[in-house]
């Protein structure tokens, strides 16, 4: 199962289906998360602690929380932020 996590909550629902339809048409192994913070907040809460459960820190932050009933079956993650200088 595949987990796709994109930083905010307006335009993303819809590059994720873009994403959907070109490359898993058939395919429902995968699922969507909004994690609505920037990069640098969820790098700063992994470098924090090292035994760190990068899920957990997802799951406390995310707006939809439908993906952690499959967290057991999560076998890539994709992180899409876009750069906040």
Not at 12 to 38: A, D, M, T, V
Not at 46 to 62: G, R, T
């Amino acid at each position: 199962m595949i987990l796709f996590v994109f930083e905010g909550t307006a335009k993303e629902p819809r590059i994720f289906e873009s994403l959907q339809k070109l490359f898993f048409p058939q395919n429902k192994s995968h699922i969507f998360c909004l994690y609505g913070n920037n990069i640098y907040d969820l790098y700063r809460k992994i470098h924090a602690d090292e035994d760190v459960d990068f899920l957990q820190v997802l799951y406390d932050n995310a707006h939809d929380k439908e993906f952690w009933e499959y967290r057991k079956n999560i076998d890539e993650i994709y992180l899409f932020f876009d750069y906040d200088g």
